[in-house]
Protein backbone atom coordinates (compact mmCIF):
# COMPACT_ATOMS: atom_id res chain seq x y z
CA UNK A 1 0.00 0.00 0.00
CA UNK A 2 1.27 3.43 -0.95
CA UNK A 3 1.60 5.94 1.61
CA UNK A 4 0.64 9.21 -1.21
CA UNK A 5 -2.75 6.52 -1.48
CA UNK A 6 -3.64 6.52 1.77
CA UNK A 7 -5.99 8.97 3.29
CA UNK A 8 -4.66 10.63 6.59
CA UNK A 9 -7.24 9.26 8.56
CA UNK A 10 -5.91 5.92 7.72
CA UNK A 11 -2.52 6.52 8.47
CA UNK A 12 -2.86 4.55 11.66
CA UNK A 13 -4.10 1.66 10.10
CA UNK A 14 -1.20 2.02 7.48
CA UNK A 15 1.71 2.20 9.90
CA UNK A 16 0.31 -0.45 11.81
CA UNK A 17 0.05 -2.72 8.82
CA UNK A 18 3.06 -1.43 6.56
CA UNK A 19 5.88 0.15 8.81
CA UNK A 20 5.68 -1.42 12.69
CA UNK A 21 7.98 -3.91 13.24
CA UNK A 22 6.36 -7.83 13.05
CA UNK A 23 7.17 -10.22 15.58
CA UNK A 24 9.89 -12.53 13.21
CA UNK A 25 11.54 -9.49 12.23
CA UNK A 26 12.44 -7.81 15.91
CA UNK A 27 13.66 -11.41 16.79
CA UNK A 28 15.80 -11.89 13.92
CA UNK A 29 17.42 -8.45 14.26
CA UNK A 30 17.83 -9.06 18.25
CA UNK A 31 19.28 -12.07 17.63
CA UNK A 32 22.11 -10.67 14.91
CA UNK A 33 22.38 -7.78 17.30
CA UNK A 34 23.45 -10.11 20.12
CA UNK A 35 25.69 -12.40 18.33
CA UNK A 36 27.57 -9.67 17.29
CA UNK A 37 27.88 -8.00 20.15
CA UNK A 38 28.95 -11.14 21.98
CA UNK A 39 31.76 -11.83 19.10
CA UNK A 40 33.11 -8.20 20.51
CA UNK A 41 33.00 -8.65 23.96
CA UNK A 42 34.29 -11.97 24.46
CA UNK A 43 36.27 -12.95 21.47
CA UNK A 44 37.74 -9.91 18.86
CA UNK A 45 40.25 -8.72 21.26
CA UNK A 46 40.79 -11.67 23.51
CA UNK A 47 44.21 -12.58 23.99
CA UNK A 48 45.46 -10.21 21.49
CA UNK A 49 47.94 -7.58 21.60
CA UNK A 50 46.68 -4.49 19.38
CA UNK A 51 49.32 -1.57 18.75
CA UNK A 52 51.48 -3.61 21.63
CA UNK A 53 48.50 -3.53 24.00
CA UNK A 54 45.84 -5.40 25.72
CA UNK A 55 42.40 -4.01 24.17
CA UNK A 56 39.50 -3.91 26.35
CA UNK A 57 35.85 -3.48 25.20
CA UNK A 58 34.80 -1.31 28.16
CA UNK A 59 31.21 -1.29 26.78
CA UNK A 60 28.41 -1.88 23.75
CA UNK A 61 26.12 0.40 22.68
CA UNK A 62 23.48 0.19 19.97
CA UNK A 63 22.69 3.54 17.78
CA UNK A 64 20.63 3.56 15.02
CA UNK A 65 17.02 3.26 14.73
CA UNK A 66 17.32 0.08 16.09
CA UNK A 67 19.07 1.99 19.31
CA UNK A 68 16.11 4.54 19.22
CA UNK A 69 12.69 2.80 19.41
CA UNK A 70 11.51 3.72 15.55
CA UNK A 71 13.13 0.58 13.17
CA UNK A 72 10.91 -0.02 10.44
CA UNK A 73 9.69 -3.39 9.48
CA UNK A 74 11.97 -5.80 7.06
CA UNK A 75 14.17 -2.38 7.08
CA UNK A 76 17.15 -2.22 10.20
CA UNK A 77 20.14 -0.02 10.40
CA UNK A 78 22.14 -0.90 13.53
CA UNK A 79 24.86 1.24 15.07
CA UNK A 80 26.99 -1.04 17.25
CA UNK A 81 29.41 1.51 18.83
CA UNK A 82 32.59 -0.09 20.55
CA UNK A 83 34.06 1.89 23.48
CA UNK A 84 37.80 0.41 23.30
CA UNK A 85 40.50 0.71 26.09
CA UNK A 86 42.86 2.00 23.69
CA UNK A 87 41.37 5.15 23.29
CA UNK A 88 42.16 7.71 25.93
CA UNK A 89 41.12 10.89 23.52
CA UNK A 90 39.39 12.10 21.06
CA UNK A 91 42.88 12.69 19.34
CA UNK A 92 43.85 8.97 19.66
CA UNK A 93 40.31 8.12 18.30
CA UNK A 94 41.38 9.63 15.35
CA UNK A 95 44.59 8.12 15.05
CA UNK A 96 44.44 4.96 15.76
CA UNK A 97 40.80 4.29 14.44
CA UNK A 98 41.33 3.24 11.00
CA UNK A 99 44.19 0.79 12.25
CA UNK A 100 41.36 -0.51 14.52
CA UNK A 101 38.40 -1.10 11.99
CA UNK A 102 41.30 -3.27 10.20
CA UNK A 103 42.12 -5.09 12.44
CA UNK A 104 38.69 -6.40 13.36
CA UNK A 105 37.66 -6.78 9.59
CA UNK A 106 40.51 -9.51 9.75
CA UNK A 107 39.52 -10.79 12.84
CA UNK A 108 35.99 -11.20 11.28
CA UNK A 109 36.90 -12.89 8.71
CA UNK A 110 38.88 -15.45 10.35
CA UNK A 111 35.38 -15.57 12.74
CA UNK A 112 33.18 -15.05 10.73
CA UNK A 113 31.36 -18.91 11.46
CA UNK A 114 30.72 -18.74 14.68
CA UNK A 115 28.49 -16.22 13.86
CA UNK A 116 25.84 -18.41 12.18
CA UNK A 117 25.02 -15.39 9.65
CA UNK A 118 26.17 -14.77 6.19
CA UNK A 119 28.25 -11.70 6.68
CA UNK A 120 30.31 -9.71 4.54
CA UNK A 121 32.00 -6.19 4.84
CA UNK A 122 30.78 -3.40 2.46
CA UNK A 123 34.37 -2.20 1.09
CA UNK A 124 34.97 1.12 2.12
CA UNK A 125 34.60 3.62 -0.57
CA UNK A 126 36.04 7.44 -0.76
CA UNK A 127 39.56 8.61 -0.05
CA UNK A 128 39.04 9.97 3.52
CA UNK A 129 39.98 8.17 7.11
CA UNK A 130 37.38 5.13 7.52
CA UNK A 131 35.58 5.99 10.55
CA UNK A 132 33.53 2.50 10.68
CA UNK A 133 33.12 -1.03 9.27
CA UNK A 134 30.29 -2.09 7.42
CA UNK A 135 28.78 -5.41 7.63
CA UNK A 136 25.73 -6.71 5.61
CA UNK A 137 24.23 -9.34 7.60
CA UNK A 138 21.77 -11.80 5.51
CA UNK A 139 18.84 -12.83 7.55
CA UNK A 140 18.06 -16.90 7.72
CA UNK A 141 14.08 -16.44 7.82
CA UNK A 142 13.77 -13.83 4.45
CA UNK A 143 15.78 -12.19 1.84
CA UNK A 144 16.12 -9.00 3.66
CA UNK A 145 19.43 -7.81 4.92
CA UNK A 146 20.20 -6.22 7.85
CA UNK A 147 22.91 -3.21 8.09
CA UNK A 148 25.27 -3.02 10.76
CA UNK A 149 28.17 -0.03 11.16
CA UNK A 150 30.77 -0.81 13.19
CA UNK A 151 31.74 2.42 14.58
CA UNK A 152 35.24 2.38 17.30
CA UNK A 153 34.94 4.93 19.64
CA UNK A 154 36.54 7.09 22.57
CA UNK A 155 34.33 6.75 26.24
CA UNK A 156 33.86 10.79 26.46
CA UNK A 157 31.11 10.27 29.00
CA UNK A 158 32.29 7.06 31.18
CA UNK A 159 29.27 5.61 33.47
CA UNK A 160 27.52 9.21 33.06
CA UNK A 161 23.63 8.49 33.08
CA UNK A 162 21.71 10.03 29.72
CA UNK A 163 19.42 11.73 31.45
CA UNK A 164 21.37 14.11 33.12
CA UNK A 165 23.53 16.76 31.45
CA UNK A 166 27.03 16.05 31.36
CA UNK A 167 30.14 18.09 32.77
CA UNK A 168 30.66 21.09 30.18
CA UNK A 169 34.60 20.30 30.36
CA UNK A 170 33.28 16.91 28.14
CA UNK A 171 32.27 18.92 25.35
CA UNK A 172 35.08 21.84 25.81
CA UNK A 173 37.28 19.36 25.45
CA UNK A 174 35.35 17.99 22.38
CA UNK A 175 35.57 21.54 20.54
CA UNK A 176 39.28 22.31 21.32
CA UNK A 177 40.40 19.17 19.60
CA UNK A 178 41.47 19.42 16.05
CA UNK A 179 38.79 17.17 13.63
CA UNK A 180 35.90 17.59 10.67
CA UNK A 181 32.96 18.79 12.50
CA UNK A 182 30.70 16.21 14.13
CA UNK A 183 33.90 13.58 13.64
CA UNK A 184 33.51 12.65 17.19
CA UNK A 185 29.48 12.11 17.14
CA UNK A 186 29.78 8.59 17.79
CA UNK A 187 30.99 9.25 21.79
CA UNK A 188 27.44 10.51 22.18
CA UNK A 189 25.56 7.80 20.89
CA UNK A 190 24.09 7.13 24.04
CA UNK A 191 22.83 10.60 24.88
CA UNK A 192 21.29 10.81 20.78
CA UNK A 193 19.47 7.44 21.78
CA UNK A 194 18.04 8.76 24.60
CA UNK A 195 17.09 11.94 23.34
CA UNK A 196 14.94 9.96 20.88
CA UNK A 197 14.25 6.62 22.48
CA UNK A 198 12.63 8.53 25.72
CA UNK A 199 9.87 10.07 23.07
CA UNK A 200 5.98 8.84 23.43
CA UNK A 201 5.10 6.39 21.27
CA UNK A 202 3.32 8.19 19.21
CA UNK A 203 5.63 10.24 17.98
CA UNK A 204 7.62 7.29 17.56
CA UNK A 205 4.90 6.41 15.01
CA UNK A 206 5.45 9.49 13.34
CA UNK A 207 9.12 9.07 13.14
CA UNK A 208 8.77 6.21 11.63
CA UNK A 209 6.42 7.56 9.08
CA UNK A 210 8.62 10.26 8.18
CA UNK A 211 11.57 7.85 8.11
CA UNK A 212 9.44 5.75 5.40
CA UNK A 213 8.76 8.64 3.45
CA UNK A 214 12.70 9.56 3.07
CA UNK A 215 13.42 5.86 2.35
CA UNK A 216 10.47 5.58 -0.32
CA UNK A 217 9.99 8.50 -2.06
CA UNK A 218 13.67 10.59 -1.24
CA UNK A 219 16.41 7.81 -1.07
CA UNK A 220 14.99 5.45 -3.95
CA UNK A 221 14.45 8.52 -6.23
CA UNK A 222 17.68 10.73 -6.36
CA UNK A 223 20.95 9.37 -6.44
CA UNK A 224 22.76 12.72 -5.08
CA UNK A 225 23.87 13.06 -1.52
CA UNK A 226 20.95 13.47 0.92
CA UNK A 227 20.63 14.85 4.43
CA UNK A 228 21.43 12.02 6.67
CA UNK A 229 17.53 10.18 8.16
CA UNK A 230 18.91 11.49 11.71
CA UNK A 231 18.32 15.25 10.80
CA UNK A 232 14.76 14.11 9.84
CA UNK A 233 14.00 12.56 13.40
CA UNK A 234 15.44 16.01 14.87
CA UNK A 235 13.21 18.06 12.54
CA UNK A 236 9.89 15.84 13.36
CA UNK A 237 10.97 16.16 17.47
CA UNK A 238 11.00 19.85 17.29
CA UNK A 239 7.47 19.99 15.06
CA UNK A 240 5.92 17.97 17.55
CA UNK A 241 7.45 19.97 20.38
CA UNK A 242 6.54 22.87 18.61
CA UNK A 243 3.05 22.09 17.30
CA UNK A 244 1.54 20.41 19.96
CA UNK A 245 3.40 21.48 23.12
CA UNK A 246 4.79 17.81 23.60
CA UNK A 247 1.10 16.21 23.81
CA UNK A 248 0.93 12.53 23.56
CA UNK A 249 -2.45 12.46 21.72
CA UNK A 250 -2.31 13.87 18.26
CA UNK A 251 -3.22 13.22 14.52
CA UNK A 252 -0.75 11.43 12.55
CA UNK A 253 -2.00 13.54 9.24
CA UNK A 254 -1.50 16.75 11.28
CA UNK A 255 2.00 15.80 12.24
CA UNK A 256 2.69 14.28 8.70
CA UNK A 257 1.65 18.15 7.35
CA UNK A 258 3.73 19.66 9.81
CA UNK A 259 6.79 18.13 9.19
CA UNK A 260 6.20 18.69 4.98
CA UNK A 261 5.72 22.49 5.42
CA UNK A 262 9.12 22.52 7.56
CA UNK A 263 10.96 20.63 5.12
CA UNK A 264 9.15 22.79 1.98
CA UNK A 265 10.46 25.95 3.87
CA UNK A 266 14.08 24.48 5.40
CA UNK A 267 16.01 27.56 4.13
CA UNK A 268 14.25 29.68 7.49
CA UNK A 269 14.86 26.41 9.71
CA UNK A 270 17.24 27.09 12.38
CA UNK A 271 16.92 24.33 15.28
CA UNK A 272 18.74 23.62 18.53
CA UNK A 273 18.15 22.24 22.20
CA UNK A 274 20.12 22.98 25.39
CA UNK A 275 19.24 19.75 27.06
CA UNK A 276 22.93 18.33 26.89
CA UNK A 277 24.99 21.37 26.89
CA UNK A 278 24.14 25.39 27.11
CA UNK A 279 25.71 28.85 26.56
CA UNK A 280 26.53 28.66 30.50
CA UNK A 281 30.40 27.61 29.29
CA UNK A 282 32.60 30.05 27.59
CA UNK A 283 33.62 27.73 24.81
CA UNK A 284 30.55 25.99 24.11
CA UNK A 285 28.46 29.06 23.99
CA UNK A 286 30.45 30.49 21.25
CA UNK A 287 30.71 27.39 19.39
CA UNK A 288 26.79 27.55 19.44
CA UNK A 289 26.64 30.75 18.85
CA UNK A 290 28.80 30.90 15.63
CA UNK A 291 26.71 27.16 14.65
CA UNK A 292 23.26 28.76 14.86
CA UNK A 293 25.10 31.84 12.76
CA UNK A 294 25.80 29.19 9.54
CA UNK A 295 23.35 29.44 6.53
CA UNK A 296 20.05 27.77 7.30
CA UNK A 297 18.90 25.38 7.64
CA UNK A 298 20.82 24.64 11.14
CA UNK A 299 20.23 21.65 13.38
CA UNK A 300 22.30 21.00 15.84
CA UNK A 301 22.58 17.84 16.99
CA UNK A 302 21.34 17.73 20.74
CA UNK A 303 24.14 15.95 21.70
CA UNK A 304 27.55 17.04 19.83
CA UNK A 305 27.19 21.13 19.34
CA UNK A 306 29.80 20.86 16.53
CA UNK A 307 27.57 18.42 14.56
CA UNK A 308 25.48 20.50 12.14
CA UNK A 309 23.41 18.80 10.41
CA UNK A 310 21.80 20.92 7.97
CA UNK A 311 24.90 21.48 6.78
CA UNK A 312 24.30 18.42 4.45
CA UNK A 313 23.65 18.89 0.42
CA UNK A 314 19.83 17.40 -0.83
CA UNK A 315 17.64 19.91 1.13
CA UNK A 316 16.60 20.94 -1.81
CA UNK A 317 15.65 17.79 -3.39
CA UNK A 318 13.96 16.93 0.11
CA UNK A 319 11.79 20.25 0.26
CA UNK A 320 10.89 19.64 -3.43
CA UNK A 321 9.86 16.22 -2.84
CA UNK A 322 7.70 17.86 0.75
CA UNK A 323 5.82 20.32 -1.13
CA UNK A 324 4.73 17.11 -3.99
CA UNK A 325 3.72 14.95 -0.54
CA UNK A 326 1.59 18.05 0.50
CA UNK A 327 -0.70 17.58 -2.34
CA UNK A 328 -1.30 13.85 -1.54
CA UNK A 329 -4.36 12.46 0.00
CA UNK A 330 -2.43 11.31 2.95
CA UNK A 331 -2.03 14.94 3.92
CA UNK A 332 -5.40 16.56 2.48
CA UNK A 333 -6.70 17.79 5.76
CA UNK A 334 -3.95 20.71 5.14
CA UNK A 335 -7.03 22.57 3.28
CA UNK A 336 -9.79 22.00 6.41
CA UNK A 337 -7.79 23.06 9.00
CA UNK A 338 -5.19 25.48 9.91
CA UNK A 339 -3.18 22.72 11.42
CA UNK A 340 -0.34 23.02 13.73
CA UNK A 341 1.71 26.32 14.20
CA UNK A 342 5.48 25.90 14.29
CA UNK A 343 7.46 28.28 13.94
CA UNK A 344 11.08 28.25 11.63
CA UNK A 345 12.54 28.80 14.92
CA UNK A 346 12.34 29.20 18.31
CA UNK A 347 11.60 32.78 20.01
CA UNK A 348 14.33 34.27 21.07
CA UNK A 349 15.33 35.75 24.47
CA UNK A 350 16.23 39.30 24.50
CA UNK A 351 17.27 41.20 27.30
CA UNK A 352 16.98 44.79 26.87
CA UNK A 353 19.06 47.08 28.84
CA UNK A 354 18.71 51.05 29.10
CA UNK A 355 20.39 53.63 31.09
CA UNK A 356 19.08 55.04 34.23
CA UNK A 357 16.10 52.42 33.19
CA UNK A 358 14.74 48.58 34.64
CA UNK A 359 15.86 46.31 32.60
CA UNK A 360 13.08 44.33 30.15
CA UNK A 361 12.84 40.93 29.30
CA UNK A 362 11.44 40.08 25.87
CA UNK A 363 10.58 36.32 24.07
CA UNK A 364 10.94 37.43 20.10
CA UNK A 365 10.03 35.80 16.83
CA UNK A 366 14.15 35.33 15.09
CA UNK A 367 12.12 36.68 11.83
CA UNK A 368 9.63 39.41 12.97
CA UNK A 369 11.32 42.89 12.15
CA UNK A 370 13.05 44.45 14.45
CA UNK A 371 10.85 47.60 13.97
CA UNK A 372 8.20 45.79 15.46
CA UNK A 373 10.27 45.11 18.50
CA UNK A 374 11.10 48.55 19.22
CA UNK A 375 7.53 49.60 19.54
CA UNK A 376 7.09 46.99 22.39
CA UNK A 377 10.22 48.84 24.33
CA UNK A 378 9.55 52.25 23.39
CA UNK A 379 5.69 51.67 24.83
CA UNK A 380 7.16 49.48 27.89
CA UNK A 381 9.93 52.21 28.66
CA UNK A 382 8.03 55.31 27.83
CA UNK A 383 10.89 56.55 25.56
CA UNK A 384 10.04 59.88 23.47
CA UNK A 385 13.71 60.02 21.30
CA UNK A 386 14.63 57.90 18.44
CA UNK A 387 15.49 54.41 19.59
CA UNK A 388 18.87 53.04 18.71
CA UNK A 389 19.08 49.15 19.25
CA UNK A 390 23.07 47.52 19.20
CA UNK A 391 24.43 44.32 20.57
CA UNK A 392 27.49 42.64 20.91
CA UNK A 393 29.56 40.25 18.54
CA UNK A 394 31.39 37.43 20.12
CA UNK A 395 34.68 39.80 18.71
CA UNK A 396 33.14 42.35 20.91
CA UNK A 397 32.40 44.90 19.10
CA UNK A 398 29.60 46.18 18.55
CA UNK A 399 26.62 46.26 15.88
CA UNK A 400 23.21 48.08 15.57
CA UNK A 401 19.86 46.71 14.64
CA UNK A 402 18.50 47.89 11.57
CA UNK A 403 14.68 48.26 11.98
CA UNK A 404 13.95 46.80 8.73
CA UNK A 405 16.00 43.93 9.35
CA UNK A 406 15.05 40.77 11.73
CA UNK A 407 17.20 38.60 14.57
CA UNK A 408 17.62 35.87 12.33
CA UNK A 409 19.39 38.63 9.69
CA UNK A 410 21.95 39.01 12.39
CA UNK A 411 22.49 35.37 12.74
CA UNK A 412 20.74 35.54 16.60
CA UNK A 413 18.52 32.61 17.22
CA UNK A 414 20.03 32.57 20.88
CA UNK A 415 19.32 34.47 23.66
CA UNK A 416 21.08 38.12 23.55
CA UNK A 417 21.24 41.35 25.27
CA UNK A 418 20.53 44.62 23.37
CA UNK A 419 21.12 48.24 24.87
CA UNK A 420 18.06 50.68 23.85
CA UNK A 421 20.03 54.01 23.52
CA UNK A 422 16.99 57.11 23.32
CA UNK A 423 18.46 59.31 20.95
CA UNK A 424 17.10 63.23 20.05
CA UNK A 425 18.49 65.19 17.04
CA UNK A 426 21.64 65.81 15.93
CA UNK A 427 22.40 63.27 18.80
CA UNK A 428 24.53 60.94 16.92
CA UNK A 429 25.62 57.41 18.82
CA UNK A 430 29.04 56.73 19.38
CA UNK A 431 30.86 53.09 20.89
CA UNK A 432 33.13 52.89 22.95
CA UNK A 433 35.35 49.94 23.45
CA UNK A 434 36.36 49.17 26.82
CA UNK A 435 39.74 48.10 28.04
CA UNK A 436 37.79 44.77 28.71
CA UNK A 437 37.27 44.00 24.86
CA UNK A 438 33.23 44.90 25.62
CA UNK A 439 31.85 48.47 24.30
CA UNK A 440 29.55 50.71 25.39
CA UNK A 441 26.71 53.04 23.15
CA UNK A 442 26.86 56.77 24.26
CA UNK A 443 24.53 59.36 22.27
CA UNK A 444 26.23 62.55 21.54
CA UNK A 445 25.76 65.98 20.21
CA UNK A 446 28.65 66.07 16.88
CA UNK A 447 29.39 69.90 18.14
CA UNK A 448 30.40 68.46 21.16
CA UNK A 449 33.89 67.96 22.29
CA UNK A 450 36.28 65.35 23.57
CA UNK A 451 36.24 66.63 26.86
CA UNK A 452 32.43 66.18 26.86
CA UNK A 453 32.76 62.28 25.41
CA UNK A 454 35.24 61.69 28.25
CA UNK A 455 32.30 63.42 30.98
CA UNK A 456 29.93 60.94 29.83
CA UNK A 457 32.12 57.95 29.89
CA UNK A 458 32.96 58.83 33.63
CA UNK A 459 29.34 59.27 34.60
CA UNK A 460 28.83 56.04 33.45
CA UNK A 461 31.18 54.40 36.40
CA UNK A 462 34.11 54.54 33.76
CA UNK A 463 37.76 56.06 34.53
CA UNK A 464 37.65 59.08 35.83
CA UNK A 465 38.29 62.17 33.03
CA UNK A 466 41.77 63.02 33.79
CA UNK A 467 42.63 58.90 33.96
CA UNK A 468 41.29 58.18 30.13
CA UNK A 469 43.13 58.28 26.39
CA UNK A 470 40.48 57.61 23.73
CA UNK A 471 42.07 56.77 20.57
CA UNK A 472 39.99 56.85 16.88
CA UNK A 473 41.16 54.97 13.90
CA UNK A 474 45.06 54.64 15.62
CA UNK A 475 45.38 58.65 16.64
CA UNK A 476 44.60 59.96 20.38
CA UNK A 477 42.10 61.98 20.94
CA UNK A 478 43.18 65.38 22.56
CA UNK A 479 41.21 67.27 24.88
CA UNK A 480 40.76 70.63 22.30
CA UNK A 481 38.02 72.38 21.47
CA UNK A 482 38.06 70.58 18.10
CA UNK A 483 33.99 68.68 17.81
CA UNK A 484 33.62 65.38 17.01
CA UNK A 485 32.23 66.18 13.66
CA UNK A 486 35.77 68.23 12.90
CA UNK A 487 37.60 64.73 14.12
CA UNK A 488 35.35 62.80 11.75
CA UNK A 489 33.45 60.68 13.87
CA UNK A 490 30.47 60.15 12.66
CA UNK A 491 27.30 57.93 13.50
CA UNK A 492 28.28 54.46 15.14
CA UNK A 493 31.76 54.71 14.71
CA UNK A 494 33.97 52.70 17.52
CA UNK A 495 36.78 54.91 19.91
CA UNK A 496 39.18 52.69 21.46
CA UNK A 497 39.44 53.40 26.06
CA UNK A 498 42.48 53.46 27.56
CA UNK A 499 42.72 53.79 30.97
CA UNK A 500 45.90 55.86 31.94
CA UNK A 501 48.25 53.85 34.28
Not at 41 to 66: A, H, I, M, N, P
Not at 77 to 104: G, M, N
Request: proline share 4%.
Amino acid sequence: MELYSTLGSMLDTFLKKNLQPQRDWKEESQDVWHRIERFFRDQCFRDELVLDQEVRVLKVVKGGSSGKGTTLNHHSDQDLVLFLSCFSSFEDQAQLREYIIEFIEEKLERCRRSLAYDISVVPHRGDGTRRSLTLRVQCRKSSDIIRVDVIPAFDALGSFDPSSKPAPEIYENLITTTGHPGEFSASFTELQRHFVKSRPVKLKSLLRLVKHWYLQYVKHKYREALPPKYALELLTIYVWEMGTDKSENFSLDEGLIAVMELLRDYKDVCIYWTKYYNFQNEVVKNTIKQQLKNPRPVILDPADPTNNLGRRRGWDLLSQEAGNCLWQVCCFKRFSSPGWQVQRARDVQVTVKQRGGKALSLCVDPYRAIWKMKAEIKEASVLQGQLRLSFLETDGNRQLLSSQKTLADYGIFSKVTVWALETFPPQIQVYVKEPSGQSRPYAIDPDDTVSGLKMLIEQDGGPGVKDQILKFQGRELKNRRSSLADLKIKDCDTIILIRRS
